[in-house]
């Protein structure tokens, strides 16, 4: 095996026992991106002079001293980083360079990871297949004529395509889970509050949460053991005490209760993906895990409901890009108004300007009773849902999308299908709660994807049920071809 | 004003909470720096920033609310309002709209010894905007500058019931309020830095009509007396237009200080929808009744106290409380010249008078003034002992508000002791009546009057140093003994 093809623990082991150096992990990534990415077209902005010199600054050993000392990592285009331009994959911010680090950034550089890159995403985190990032589209490593998901598709190709062992990305209503799951990785969204939103551009406030994309559960721990935490410049980050994660990373899920609700296994299923996730609870039965099925009622609402409450906060959220202090600006207007319109206009891509005035339009005057606290009060329900299923049951699962990953220009201009894709991981970010997406199988030569759901902060057992199923299973063995022949 | 008509007015006033830091990030609150020179990512609205809130401003405002009067709300939310100008960096404020930290209080204003209990409907925290700064002025400059260090500064939004019926009360009113704010030690209250603002909410209606007259909103009411003609000037407006069957709109005007008008903004269809809705990066404050409780045992001595203590104690008039209460400051001052002086009421008489004419006309706070309170009341000693009249005490006084100097060194410097010696007087009393024998002979043929021309003639001829009321005696005795 390559030394890209490791994940984060086993490089961690090759380091301890000096069979290479961080250099020469470095390099192998930073090959096998100058190799590959101009095909999957993962990266927006490549770091490769700073990694370099990362690398050879971590050459002794009294140097190190983090959790992941050396080892490489890539970020969502949507984490603000110091001196490392972060454009959300929008002409608005194409040539905004950040003066400060996300919390999350600066924990991972404090750990002494190395920082690889920054990569593609749909422009502002809206979107489900990265077709809307403003530069390019990324491909599925599985299918170049496919999408990755997104919107943190840039994150999932990469990590699938083995150009870096492990990505932040960033989930509002399924934005980690739905690419891991259509590029076959891992994918890991915490708990609303367990990792600082502080520096991550924002999207929709209440619902943002970073996360982990990886090829292995335990590098999702790994990683969740340096990012999660209180963080005082983050209000809503939670200051609730944070678990050793990788001490869940233990097979034995005898007595675990698992529901799955039935609403998530009829509406417009594929029926390969749904008879896989179902093949994957007779796994869980069969490692000794009770499972039954339960009802969630009020999921059919969650879908208009975010369509409401995320583009309400997004019309806020992206007032600040006016062109006044950054980004892009018309020199040309002669007067303010002009100077915004223009501006606006020709920074956001259709998708943005869509929600955006959505999400105007259901905060206006006349309208905000009927659809904002509409959405919120079903925002409630769907919350109420899952606590009555968690009284009885440790986990839900639950298939991370409807389908397998869509071609490229095909749902385009049909957003309401795209809208569609995320119907099974819209409720959890309404809820705030933790969930996983992990590969469970193949249909026509593309990944599929379950999503594994905890309660709030007990991101504990969503990891060791992931990794139970990892460990039984070797659908995370096999690799992408890339276009060539499947390995 | 037309007696048929009745002005009603309401106050939303701005007040700049008295804090070291900014309310949503850690940037200082000073007032005076360099443009964006007090600014971080966060007040300057850059991505992926998040505000934090102060707990200081929160723990001012409850002091601020229960100074007012006010219940403290037990959760409080903020919410955003959305608008777009250059100087708002968020395109959004960060506000209060439905669960304000402050609700349902009210403070008592004094008119001509007669109090009225005006509401306070509530009072919430927000944000403030920057600035914008032209090349002479907005119209002419052929560009626009954005200063952020105002911007993220704490303010109170104190919004009053619809209560208060002439320009006098509104002022009164303000007056009362920043009093309030002043002693509570909340804000600075400095209209000219403006962090205190002012805007009003005036209607008028036939005296006896129960609902309200169409409403306007008057801004850029910058100082007391700007506030009271405005007032005037709308009430006015509302009242020939209802007379000449005019139709008012519902709309924004601003005051236009140099042609002391009002002139339209905007009318209320043209107001913007703010489009509130709940910050989702800040969430619910609970404010816990122990710590109101423990604000509230810090509560300094407040105007209405401090009024019924100075009335209570000294037997002052209750016009004399109201205006020795005006600031923390200028009844420190009252104090401390009493611990030096007994008389209460010649105390305020002078601080009224001489002292108050002497700041305005200079523009000058009591805490800028060079006489020290044991000063004045060394002066105010001295008229009582007689080494000077009060008419030389005037004059003292200026000396002393210009230079500073103790009372005992401007005397002794211009020679200004008072003649109170009796053979000096007489000496030159008998020179006054000699030289004005027709004015003594109209006294003695009954003309009181007579006496105060002769009495003005000595001191003349003293220039101004003779004893008054001794020569009031030596002269009577003097014209009599004849
Ligand atoms: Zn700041």
Redesign the interface.
């Given at each position: 095996m390559e030394l890209y093809e490791l994940g984060l623990r086993d490089l961690q082991d090759k380091l301890n026992r000096e069979e290479v150096s961080i250099r020469e992990i470095i390099e192998s990534v930073l090959k096998r991106i100058h190799e590959v990415d101009d095909k999957v077209k993962a990266f927006i902005t490549l770091d490769e002079e700073n990694a370099l010199k990362k690398a050879a600054g971590l050459s002794s050993k009294e140097s190190r001293k983090g959790q992941i000392v050396g080892l490489p990592f890539a970020l969502k285009d949507v984490?603000?980083t110091r001196g490392l331009r972060?454009t959300?994959a929008s002409r608005m911010?194409e040539n905004?360079v950040?003066?400060?680090d996300?919390t999350a950034v600066s924990r991972l550089n404090a750990e002494q990871g190395i920082l690889i890159g920054k990569l593609n995403m749909d422009e502002f985190a809206m979107g489900s297949s990265t077709e809307l990032s403003a530069f390019f589209p990324t491909r599925n490593p599985w299918d170049l004529e496919r999408v990755p998901g997104g919107s943190s598709g840039g994150c999932a190709a990469a990590v699938a395509a083995g150009e870096v062992p492990v990505a932040l990305g960033s989930d509002t209503g399924g934005s980690i889970r739905q690419p891991a799951s259509f590029c076959g990785v891992v994918g890991f969204k915490p708990s609303y509050g367990r990792v600082s939103?502080?520096?991550?551009?924002?999207y929709?406030?209440?619902m943002d949460q970073a996360g982990v994309i990886a090829r292995k559960v335990e590098d999702c721990a790994l990683i969740m053991n340096i990012i999660a935490g209180h963080d005082?410049?983050?209000?809503?980050s939670a200051n609730v005490e944070v678990s050793d994660y990788t001490s869940f990373l233990q097979p034995n899920i005898r007595g675990m209760k698992i529901a799955y609700p039935t609403e998530c296994f009829q509406q417009g299923m594929d029926e390969a993906v749904k008879n896989l996730v179902l093949n994957a609870l007779k796994k869980y039965e069969e490692l000794g895990a009770i499972i039954e099925e339960v009802s969630l009622p009020h999921g059919e609402y969650a879908l208009p409901a975010y369509y409401i409450i995320g583009p309400?906060?997004a019309?806020?959220n992206l007032?600040?890009y006016?062109g006044?202090?950054?980004g892009l600006r018309d020199y040309e207007a002669d007067n303010?108004l002009d100077m915004?319109c223009n501006s606006r206009s020709a920074g956001f891509g259709d998708e943005v300007k869509r929600r955006i005035m959505l999400g105007?339009h259901v905060?206006?005057?006349g309208y905000?009773k009927n659809y904002?606290l509409k959405a919120m009060k079903v925002r409630r329900l769907i919350k109420n849902d899952f606590d009555q299923v968690f009284k009885n049951f440790d986990l839900i699962v639950t298939p991370t999308t409807p389908t397998t990953a869509f071609k490229l220009g095909a749902e385009l201009d049909d957003f309401l299908t795209l809208y569609g894709n995320d119907i099974f991981t819209v409720p959890v970010n309404m809820a705030g709660l933790p969930a996983i997406s992990i590969p469970c199988g193949f249909s026509d030569g593309l990944p599929v994807g379950m999503q594994i759901i905890g309660q709030t902060f007990d991101e504990g057992r969503v990891l060791k049920a992931a990794y139970a199923f990892e460990q039984n299973t070797t659908y995370h063995n096999i690799k992408p071809s890339l276009g060539g022949e499947q390995r | 004003m037309n007696e048929d008509y009745e002005v009603v007015v309401g106050l939303e006033v701005h007040a700049e909470l008295k804090t070291q830091s900014k309310i949503f990030c850690s940037c200082s609150t000073a007032f005076g720096a360099e443009p964006n020179t007090q600014i971080c990512?966060g007040c300057?609205?850059?991505?992926?920033?998040?505000?934090?809130?102060n707990r200081q401003v929160v723990e001012i405002a409850i002091m601020a609310g229960l100074a007012l009067n006010c219940e403290i709300a037990e959760i409080c939310l903020f919410d955003?309002k959305?608008y777009?100008y250059?100087d708002l960096?968020?395109?959004?404020q960060i506000s209060q709209l439905d669960l304000p930290i402050c609700q349902k209080g009210y403070l008592e204003i004094d008119l001509d010894g007669k109090k009225k209990r005006i509401g306070i409907t509530r009072a919430h925290m927000e944000e403030d905007a920057g600035k914008l700064v032209h090349q002479g002025n907005i119209t002419s400059s052929p560009f626009?500058l954005?200063d952020l260090n105002r911007c993220g500064m704490p303010l109170l939004e104190i919004v009053s019931e619809p209560d208060m019926r002439s320009s006098q009360e509104a002022r009164a009113y303000m007056e009362k309020l920043r009093s309030i704010l002043l002693f509570a030690g909340v804000s600075n209250c400095k209209m000219e830095e403006g962090s205190l603002r002012c805007d009003a909410n005036i209607s008028v209606r036939p005296r006896g009509q129960k609902e309200l007259g169409i409403r306007t909103e008057i801004k850029n009411l910058n100082s007391f007396r700007a506030l009271e003609r405005a007032i005037e000037y709308e009430a006015k407006r509302h009242i020939e237009a209802i007379e000449d069957g005019e139709k008012l709109i519902q709309e924004t005007r601003t005051w236009d200080e140099e042609k002391q008008i009002t002139l339209s903004m905007r009318s209320k269809e043209e107001a913007e929808?703010y489009?509130?809705?709940p910050d989702?990066?800040?969430?619910p404050v609970k404010i816990e009744r122990e710590w109101v409780e423990k604000i509230r045992a810090t509560l300094p001595e407040l105007p209405d106290q401090a009024q019924l203590r100075l009335v209570d104690n000294y037997s002052l008039p209750p016009y004399d409380a109201v205006i020795l209460t005006l600031t923390p400051e200028f009844l420190a001052y009252f104090d401390n010249c009493l611990a030096h002086y007994h008389d209460a009421k010649t105390v305020s008489n002078w601080m009224m008078g001489e002292l108050s004419k002497h700041l305005n006309q200079n523009n000058m706070e009591i805490n800028d003034c060079k006489i020290q309170p044991a000063a004045l009341a060394r002066m105010l000693s001295l008229i009582d002992e007689g080494t000077i009249s009060g008419k030389m005490a005037k004059s003292v006084f200026e000396e002393m508000f210009a230079s500073g100097k103790e009372p005992d060194l401007i005397i002794k410097e211009k020679g200004m002791v008072q003649i109170s010696d009796e053979s000096t007087l007489i000496k030159i009393i008998e020179e006054v009546t000699a030289n004005n024998a027709g004015v003594v002979e109209d006294y003695r043929s009954g003309k009181e009057k007579a006496l105060g021309f002769l009495v003005g003639q000595v001191m003349k001829a003293t220039r101004g140093q003779a004893n008054p009321a001794i020569v009031n005696k030596l002269l009577k005795d003097c014209l009599k003994g004849d």
């Open positions: 984490f603000c972060t959300c911010l905004y950040p003066i400060y996300a939103r502080w520096g991550v551009i924002a929709s406030s209440s005082p410049l983050d209000a809503t309400a906060e019309s806020a007032a600040c006016d006044v202090r950054f303010v915004y105007t905060l206006s005057s905000y904002y | 990512p300057a609205g850059f991505p992926g920033m998040l505000p934090v809130l955003r959305n777009f250059p960096p968020r395109a959004y626009s954005v929808d489009r509130y809705f989702p990066n800040l969430p």
